[in-house]
């Protein structure tokens, strides 16, 4: 839910107008919507390139990944691994658009360990795998967007640890 939603919704639930405090995070909000725009933007358009690189330094750092009886041996299962690399960027650029954590919580996360533990696929790998889509991910970012784009990935690395 984004900031304006929230702010909206508490005031209404608590039958007031909203707070000069509130309305202070909206316009800065606003005022980050074009970061948070190119930031997105700049995810989405080398998700390839983001997810190639990092399934590539997933891979030598876990070679038993893509070995035989790894979790990713095989084209199948390795395909399976970079389409979830694929969502949970795609995960964060909701988070980074909507300028909240609560996307990636109500979307990608509730239920997620559970789900990788039913399928056999260690949870700490996903940890890890999300730890390098971050580093190719901020790698392609200005120091200022890598800043505000990295607590999503953080988000997710935390929520899954």
Same mark, same amino acid.
Request: aromatic share 12%; proline share 5%.
């Given at each position: 839910m984004s900031v304006v939603s929230q702010v909206i919704l508490k005031a209404d639930d608590e039958l007031r107008y909203p707070s000069s405090g509130e309305l202070k995070g909206i316009k800065d909000f606003f005022q980050t919507g074009e970061q948070r725009v190119r930031i997105a933007n700049t995810l989405a358009e080398n998700e390839k390139k983001i997810v190639e690189e990092a399934s590539k330094q997933l891979w030598?750092?876990?070679?038993?990944?893509?070995?035989?009886?790894?979790?990713?041996?095989?084209?199948?299962?390795?395909?399976?691994? =970079?389409?979830?690399?694929?969502?949970y960027l795609r995960l964060i650029t909701y988070g980074i658009l909507s300028g909240d954590k609560e996307p990636i919580e109500k979307i990608g996360l509730i239920g997620v360990k559970e789900m990788y533990n039913s399928l056999g696929v260690p949870v700490p790998g996903m940890v890890e795998s999300i730890r390098c889509l971050?580093?190719? $991910?901020?790698? =392609?970012? $200005?120091?200022?967007?890598?800043?505000?784009?990295?607590?999503?990935?953080?988000?997710?690395?935390?929520?899954?640890?």
């Open positions: 030598q750092k876990r070679p038993d990944f893509i070995a035989p009886g790894g979790n990713a041996y095989g084209q199948r299962q390795r395909a399976l691994c =970079l389409r979830d690399y694929g969502w971050k580093k190719a $991910s901020l790698a =392609l970012l $200005s120091e200022e967007d890598a800043t505000e784009a990295a607590p999503y990935f953080d988000y997710i690395i935390q929520s899954m640890s």
